[in-house]
Every structure is written in C-alpha cells, then in structure tokens.
C-alpha cells in the first residue's frame, strides 16, 4: 500500500513563502517521476510541478520563477518551497507520483497514480 501524506499549508500575506513537504510509505521518491498538483474551488486540477527520476525539473509558467521542487532522498521526502506567494496561489495543494515510471508525460493529474490527500494553502490580498 503506497501512502503520500502532505503538511507545511497555511495562511499567509501576498509576497509570503510556504514549504509544503510530502511523506511517503510504500513508496521511493528518488528513481520516479513525482510532482506536485493544485485544485481550487470550481477549477480543474493543474500541475505545478515535476521533477523525473534524472532530477531534471519542470514547472507551470504560472510559478515559474516563484516556487523549487526538491526531494530529500535520505528521507525520502518531497518538497515544494514557494516563494513570492500571490493570492492565485490558493488552492489544495496535492504530491503525486507515477508508479514505475522514471520519465514524467506531461503535467496532466492522469498520468500519476498515486495521491496524498492534500494540504490547504491560503494567500491573502
């Protein structure tokens, strides 16, 4: 059973930062393509972020710039520090992974397998 368990959401002011870490069970980050999703209300959920199993890194044009994803293989967690926070940033923020893959195919949600129930990142005018 594979499990992804995501924390570091909160409430912040525009311009702020959050780190939103991802845990895994069942689950080795460093050899698969994983990423990081976001879903606000009444809007379909988009990716963020990705990085493959080579450490080669991709990124929405929405945040480029702006947030880094990272992973801890020596902890086998997840990461995604997000800088310069602006108020359409809110949403749920999701980790995602692939199962068997190294290589990332797109950003689609599809294309991942496994989930964590999200973490809530609000940014305030």
């Known amino acids: 059973l594979v499990q992804l368990v995501e924390s570091g959401g909160g409430s912040v002011q525009a311009g702020g930062s959050l780190r939103l870490s991802c845990a895994a069970s069942?689950?080795?980050?460093?050899?698969?393509?994983v990423g990081w999703f976001r879903q606000a209300p009444g809007k379909e959920r988009e990716g963020v972020a990705r990085?493959?199993?080579?450490?080669?890194?991709a990124y929405a044009d929405s945040v480029e710039g702006r947030f880094t994803i990272s992973k801890d293989n020596a902890k086998n967690s997840l990461y995604l520090q997000m800088n310069s926070l602006k108020p359409e940033d809110t949403a749920m923020y999701y980790c995602a992974a692939r199962r068997g893959y190294t290589w990332c195919s797109g950003d689609l949600p599809a294309a991942f397998d496994y989930w964590g129930q999200g973490t809530q990142v609000t940014v305030s005018s």
């Open positions: 069942g689950y080795t980050f460093s050899p698969y393509c």
């Open positions: 990085i493959n199993g080579g450490g080669n890194t």
